[in-house]
């Protein structure tokens, strides 16, 4: 099937890219290549919610700027010393990656259940708007959170600690990131097919439908949301690493659209399309910005050409072309 | 805190709020009627500020700053609607939300290079430069008093537009059955350029008036967006009745919350932290308000098509 094959060759080039980028001296293409990583991993999250659960989130960005700040605001308490948090429990910083990044996750998690409780009542149109007043409400939060650098930002002492695993060195997060967002995309290819994708994707074609079978679908909607949302917040403990620094541009809401352009892009309810999108994007910003500095000025008109000509998505016309169904 | 003090502060609440509902007026029509999710309407008001400014800037009249502003601003909404966004009416809100979203991006850079990276000053009419005493002890400046007046002004025009003309007749049968419309043979294409034409009037009046208040930047557009979406959602979409309460409703609820949580919390708390928590609270109220009123009603309080 050609889909494998392409499939392998991205593989080949997953792997090879950071020693063929260390032997060319081009370092930096290490880089750039672990923030598509992450930000593929945003875009899986939000086309899980968007793409197979029909629930369009303008807010995707508030659960990957709070996976961002637990792991900045967990490191800061560890390089200093003081605890977090004494009362009920003391919560003391901590910079090791086992325990750092799946609160993150918990974290993200959590505000999800919260948010996605209230959005969920609503639907369509109200469902995009108010997503988008949460991530609003969160950024704004983080704006007046002083203690953590405010609007300024907070940066990290150092990345997370991971057991054997040396992650200032960029080729080892590299494949860490690399290998997170496979068995990502490996546990949403099983989840898709199992009974609660398939409620999920029924519920996006026809919700009363599923409701008139006997299905709680605001239950099965609210857990793909936090699924949705945990995931995200992944994302965002990763690229605090990347970058080791947060600041509530993390949650901008600029950047909820770009994940949702990403998904776009790449093919709405796909499994690769994010990954693609993700890729897309990335090379197209940069590429624009290496030809003028107003290259918002060209990406803004594409990407409403692609709205309107392309609605498929990269991804899903290429599968489609090559006669696949993911 | 004294009396006139909360006088005063409702009084900028009710500015802000008619603020509010001149920009969420336009916004709500071309969702209600054309079921467009327009993010572009920022960019309206921030194209109005912009052409105000640099007309008012050559000329020193600010008045003649509004009237090119408005038209031209109406001229551009209709331009893209004829171009682009008549297009995507017949699409999902996810299409709507990207293309217009791009546009936004578009629209940032365009005046980022026209007229600079620099925030613009635009001052109000001289002749509204003064202060009115309002109560006794308590003058209020005339220019956001007139603020309340022009709110006041176009609620009524709204009214008598979309309730006792043709036009409005049109409207209002086209949001409730497009077909049966264009079969009585009435033009709904160039209908529908006119009602974006007056949504992006809208848009640019509020962005003018919000000029001498507030700086005319690029993005300034998007804060307002996204408030005027969560007057749109509270007021209930597509229905300017309820943009007009829901406006004045998020008016009142940021200013009083800006102004008076501050004196709350300092009556328990140190005042270091007091300010911190109130600051947020304050900038997080409009959002908790939204969702308190969402969860008593998912469709907003006046939704227009119950």
Redo the contacts between chains.
């Keep these: 099937m050609p889909s494998r094959i392409a499939l392998a060759f991205v593989s080949i080039i997953a792997i090879g890219l950071p020693f063929a980028a260390a032997a060319g001296g081009e370092d930096y293409l290490i880089g750039i290549a672990t923030r598509l990583m992450i930000f593929a991993l945003a875009g899986i999250s939000l086309n899980l919610i968007v793409g197979y659960g029909g629930m369009v989130s303008f807010g995707h960005a508030a659960f990957f700027g709070i996976g961002a700040y637990v792991v900045a605001i967990m490191s800061q308490h560890a390089l200093y010393g003081d605890p977090l948090l004494l009362w009920p429990v003391e919560i003391s910083g901590s910079e090791s990656a086992l325990v750092v990044w799946p609160l993150a996750m918990a974290v993200a998690a959590l505000f999800a259940l919260v948010i996605g409780a209230i959005c969920l009542r609503t639907g369509g149109l109200s469902f995009i708007m108010i997503t988008l007043a949460f991530a609003q409400m969160i950024y704004f939060f983080f704006t007046s959170l002083s203690e953590y650098g405010g609007e300024d930002g907070l940066s990290l002492f150092q990345r997370s600690s991971a057991g054997p695993l040396d992650l200032a060195d960029d080729t080892q997060f590299y494949f860490l990131t690399l290998a997170l967002v496979i068995l990502v995309l490996f546990l949403q290819s099983r989840l898709v097919v199992s009974r609660f994708g398939r409620v999920l994707q029924g519920i996006r074609d026809n919700e009363s439908r599923m409701q008139a079978l006997g299905y709680p679908t605001y239950r099965y909607k609210l857990t793909a949301f936090v699924i949705s949302g945990s995931l995200a917040g992944l994302a965002g403990a990763l690229i605090a690493n990347q970058t080791e620094f947060v600041s509530p541009s993390f949650l901008d809401w600029h950047r909820s659209g770009e994940f949702l352009v990403i998904v776009i892009l790449g093919g709405l309810g796909t499994l690769f399309g994010p990954v693609v999108g993700a890729g897309a994007y990335l090379l197209l910003e940069e590429f624009l910005s290496q030809v003028t500095e107003h290259w918002m000025l060209i990406l803004g008109p594409i990407l409403v050409l692609i709205v309107l000509f392309a609605k498929q998505g990269l991804w899903g016309s290429l599968s489609r072309r090559m006669g696949s169904h993911d | 805190m004294s009396p006139l003090l909360i006088i005063e502060q409702l009084l900028n609440g009710l500015q802000l709020g008619f603020m509010l509902f001149v920009m969420a007026a336009g916004l709500t029509l071309v969702?209600g009627i054309m079921n467009l999710?327009n993010l572009a309407h920022g960019s309206l008001y921030m194209i109005g500020a912009f052409v105000a400014a640099s007309v008012a800037g050559a000329s020193g009249s600010f008045v003649l700053g509004l009237l090119v502003a408005l038209p031209v601003t109406a001229l551009v909404g209709m331009a893209l609607e004829m171009t682009?966004l008549r297009?995507?009416y017949e699409?999902d809100?996810?299409?709507q939300?990207?293309?217009t979203?791009?546009?936004?991006?578009?629209?940032?850079?365009?005046t980022?290079?026209i007229w600079g990276p620099r925030a613009l000053f635009l001052d109000g009419p001289r002749w509204l430069a003064h202060s009115i005493e309002v109560l006794p002890d308590l003058s209020y400046p005339a220019y956001r008093l007139a603020i309340i007046v022009i709110g006041l002004v176009i609620a009524a025009g709204l009214y008598v537009l979309i309730s006792k003309t043709r036009l409005g007749m049109l409207i209002r049968a086209g949001a409730s059955d497009r077909e049966m419309v264009a079969a009585l043979g009435v033009n709904i294409k160039s209908l529908y350029t006119w009602i974006f034409g007056i949504g992006a009037l809208l848009a640019a009046l509020a962005g003018v008036l919000a000029g001498p208040i507030y700086a005319v930047e690029v993005g300034m557009g998007?804060d307002i967006l996204?408030i005027t979406?969560?007057v749109?959602?509270v007021g209930g979409?597509g229905s300017v009745r309820g943009a007009l309460i829901g406006g004045l409703l998020i008016g009142l609820v940021d200013t009083t919350c800006r102004a008076f949580l501050p004196f709350i919390f300092r009556t328990f708390l140190p005042p270091s932290s007091a300010d911190?928590i109130s600051?947020?609270l304050a900038?997080?109220s409009i959002?908790?308000f939204?969702?308190i009123i969402?969860?008593w009603r998912?469709?907003?309080l006046f939704p227009a098509h119950a």
Excluded at chain 2, 101 to 110: D, R, V
């Design positions: 969702l999710v682009v297009r995507l699409r809100h996810l299409d939300v990207l293309a979203f791009g546009m936004i991006l578009f629209f940032n850079e365009l980022k290079i998007e996204i979406f969560v749109v959602i979409i911190g600051a947020s900038s997080m959002y908790i939204m969702a969402l969860t998912p469709k907003g």
